[in-house]
């Protein structure tokens, strides 16, 4: 597509229920990551996609985080027990090269947990 | 530790009155040193890269350039539409990821 998509734009959820955020990159981006903003904060790298593979998961703040990359294309970020600090906007991003090159951001989903 | 602080927190300028944000990092092996302006409710939009010391790149009113140690965006003759949050970010070197380190932003309010 023309930009990067994600959805949904907003989730409110219960503490302890799971949640799925999905990202649609632009097309022909091979390297996809995904930020987290909280209220005051800057961006906080969670993960990165090279293809379906993810060489840097380094920002994953607990193993209640995860996310997959299909076909080289489409990305989910799964929060599993979801937790009230777990609230913020989740931003996803995409770019033609991984060094060097600048990410296209989507216009995020922002999560709360009530 | 990489690290990237950006002041002021928040600007508030008139209309026409330039100034200048900045951008201090610290990082092992630059390899790239991107502007981003984000909109409330938006993600963030991008501006310009910058790879190395002495590189200084422009767009309408704003300009940016780089040191080994920081970065400066300025802005000359703003307008009301230029009102916006401005994040630094850095590319660091080694590993194989293009991960970027954010400071916190810069929010900026032009007034008429």
């Known amino acids: 597509g023309a930009g990067v998509s994600q959805s949904p734009s907003n989730k409110v959820t219960e503490k302890g229920k799971d949640v799925e955020l999905r990202c649609d990159p632009i097309?022909?981006?091979?390297?996809l990551y995904w930020y987290r903003q909280s209220l005051g904060q800057g961006l906080e790298f969670l993960i990165y996609?090279?293809?379906?593979?993810?060489?840097?998961k380094s920002g994953l703040p607990s193993d209640r985080f995860s996310a997959e990359r299909t076909g080289g294309s489409v990305s989910t970020l799964t929060i599993q027990r979801t937790q009230q600090e777990d609230s913020a906007v989740y931003l996803c991003?995409?770019?033609?090269?991984?060094?060097?090159?600048?990410?296209?951001f989507g216009s995020g989903t922002r999560l709360t947990v009530v | 530790e990489d690290q990237v602080t950006q002041s002021p927190e928040a600007l508030r300028l008139q209309e026409g009155e330039s100034s200048s944000l900045n951008c201090s990092y610290t990082v092992s092996g630059l390899r790239g040193l991107f502007w981003y302006r984000q909109d409330p409710g938006k993600g963030p939009e991008f501006l310009f890269t910058l790879y190395s010391a002495g590189e200084e790149k422009e767009k309408e009113r704003l300009k940016a350039t780089l040191t080994k140690k920081e970065s400066f965006l300025h802005i000359t003759a703003p307008k009301p539409e230029d009102s916006a949050t401005y994040l630094c970010a850095v590319q660091a070197g080694g590993g194989n990821t293009g991960k970027l380190i954010f400071g916190q932003g810069t929010t900026l309010q032009v007034k008429p």
């Open positions: 991003a995409s770019s033609l090269v991984v060094q060097g090159g600048y990410y296209t």
């Open positions: 996609f090279q293809g379906n593979s993810a060489p840097d």
């Open positions: 097309s022909g981006h091979t390297a």
